[in-house]
């Protein structure tokens, strides 16, 4: 007899721990099967998925070529870290689509622990201690990423390590220094350097950013804002380091955000998420000539169990390879263009629908009380999240800062339709939340 989903959520939640990612118990459904951007539960339903674990699958579920090149790599060889055809491969593939100066790689199995190495290659690189990071920023959950979060998700963790800063982001929909773009000059920069020289000892060693910040509910910063970073971290002789863990791999409509303003021109970049499409996998690139510091680059500082394991290195290197040759990242600008439409439609005819705006297909969009911006209160946002479910999209719309990654290769009749169903979530909602 088949096991009924009941069945299996209460024998996970016998055994396991609290704390595990909200979407799981909220949609409560148990995964079966997933092709491109569709998704079946146990009990047969179908869902579009606008959620892919957070950004994970740009390639769409179980592509064919990816699950062949994973089997393949699985019956030859998938332990150890030792030199494989495929991580050589993989490393120069990848190196050909970054600008020559980021020409080395060390790979990693998650976001937080790349962010780590970066930290760590950065103090050892400028023989510094302090970084600064944003408010409203995210880095991941181990004590040193999560020392670099803006934000009360590290209340009550802390002793963190010393020399960590958090300064504005360019959030403008809520601006933190009551400005407007663009007349404020980007002042939010100024104000960093302001709190950088008043509240440092004088010893920054980089700044960590997110180009678009993802968990915070994919906010996007005005055009200029990451060169202008570029120049406060050169100011202070200090690293840039860019955190693409969500943005990389062709979410912004580009292969990676910070090309698409050259001036950028980060230090280190840090990758995860979409880079092996499922398998953990996660990455620095960094320029050449600051890789040798020590503690950094001495033998075995940097490596791990699982960094750049076989299985996760043809991942990465089949994901890159789709990428590139299904024209992704083009394909997230084009759709994202129709997106924008799609958003500017929705903020002009549901009054609770504060602020809305995608780089590709990075997309957010702010729930606030109409004519002000508070935002909607949970018990609405969940009404949202469980009308949208019944309507069949998963996405992280359960709070009032609703996020959408659809994968890059999602059919654009799937896109519509679960545009559609948005739609038709707000309007079935707007009485309730116009009129309470
Ligand atoms: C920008 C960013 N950096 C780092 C991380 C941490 O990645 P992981 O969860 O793989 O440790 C995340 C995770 O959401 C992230 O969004």
Redesign the pocket.
């Known amino acids: 007899m088949p096991t009924s989903t009941a069945h299996i959520v209460e024998r996970e939640k016998q055994h396991r721990l609290p704390g595990g990612q909200s979407m799981t118990d909220l949609a409560g459904i148990v995964v079966d099967r997933a092709l491109n951007a569709e998704v079946w539960d146990k009990d047969g339903k179908r869902y579009l998925d606008f959620f892919t674990g ?1 950004g994970v699958c740009n390639i769409g579920h179980s592509h064919p070529r990816f699950l062949a090149d994973v089997n393949d790599q699985l019956g030859s060889f998938a332990v150890g870290t030792f030199y494989t055809d495929v991580r050589s491969r993989y490393y120069e593939l990848l190196s050909s689509r970054l600008p020559e100066r980021l020409g080395r790689i060390h790979m990693f199995s ?4 790349a ?1 780590e190495a970066a930290v760590k290659l950065a103090r050892a690189a400028t023989g510094k201690h302090e970084i600064v990071s944003f408010w409203g920023g ?4 181990t004590q040193g ?1 999560l020392s670099l979060h803006g934000g009360p998700r590290k209340h009550r963790s802390g002793p963190f390590p010393p020399g960590s800063h958090q300064v504005p982001y360019a959030y403008c929909y809520r601006c933190p220094l009551q400005l407007e773009h663009p007349t404020c000059d980007h002042h939010c920069v100024g104000f960093a350097e302001q709190s950088i020289e008043n509240g440092s000892v004088g010893d920054i060693a980089a700044i960590i950013v ?1 180009p678009v910040q ?2 915070n509910g994919n906010i996007i910063p005005p055009r200029g804002y990451l060169r202008a970073l570029r120049q406060l971290a050169d100011r202070h002789g200090a690293l840039l380091i860019l ?1 693409e ?2 943005t990389g791999f062709g979410r912004t409509g580009s292969l990676f955000a910070f090309e698409q303003d050259p001036e950028t021109a980060p230090d280190v970049v ?1 990758l ?2 979409a880079m092996a499409s499922g398998l953990p996998a ?1 990455a620095i690139v960094s320029r050449a000539d600051l890789v040798e510091g020590t503690p950094f680059g001495a033998p075995s500082a940097a490596a791990s169990t699982f960094g750049g394991n076989p299985l996760a290195s043809a991942a990465a290197l089949s994901t890159l390879r789709i990428l590139l040759d299904e024209e992704l990242p083009e394909r997230s600008r084009r759709l994202g263009e129709s997106v924008s439409r799609r958003l500017a439609s929705w903020v002009e005819e549901f009054p609770f629908v504060g602020n809305a705006g995608n780089v590709g297909l990075m997309v957010g969009v702010e729930l606030v009380e109409p004519g002000s911006k508070r935002p909607l209160p949970k018990d609405v946002t969940r009404g949202i999240f469980r009308e949208l479910m019944a309507r069949g999209v998963l996405a992280m719309a359960y709070d009032s800062r609703i996020r959408i990654y659809p994968p890059l290769s999602i059919p654009e009749h799937h896109l519509e339709e679960g545009l559609d169903a948005f739609e038709a979530t707000f309007r079935a909602m707007s009485d309730s939340i116009t009129r309470p």
Do not use: L, Y
């Open positions: 957070v998650t976001g937080s622990e962010v995210f880095h991941g959950k990423a997110e993802g968990t955190d863990v969500i840090v995860g998420k996660s």
